[in-house]
């Protein structure tokens, strides 16, 4: 088992910056993706960016080159830092980790008012 907690978010304005970050403990493997999704009121779960143990990232268009994920392996912690946010980026943010299995965090409220 992982366990994953979250912690950031909350309320920005449009243009502002808010970071998250997610510490991973349990049976955490050497190999694994860490990263976030996020899911907005009425719309699907989408990707917003993962970052591998290797340091290999992928982000969502919409996001590029306003986020930037990073992570610390010897922490098994993985940040969002944001900025630039847009009320668009409004949703739950979810951390999550891929090793053997797939865990989730329980998620944190990223509000960008206009």
């Known amino acids: 088992q992982v366990q994953l907690v979250e912690s950031g978010g909350g309320l920005v304005q449009a243009g502002g910056s808010l970071s998250l970050s997610c510490a991973a403990s349990?049976?955490?493997?050497?190999?694994?993706?860490m990263g976030w999704y996020r899911q907005a009121p009425g719309k699907q779960g989408e990707l917003v960016a993962i970052i591998t143990t290797g340091g290999t990232t992928t982000y969502a268009d919409s996001v590029k080159g306003r986020f930037t994920i990073s992570r610390d392996n010897a922490k098994n912690t993985v940040y969002l830092q944001m900025n630039s946010l847009k009320p668009e980026d409004t949703a739950v943010y979810y951390c999550?980790?891929?090793?053997?299995?797939?865990?989730w965090g329980q998620g944190t409220q990223v509000t960008v008012s206009s």
């Open positions: 349990g049976s955490i493997v050497s190999r694994n993706v």
């Open positions: 999550s980790f891929r090793g053997l299995r797939s865990y």
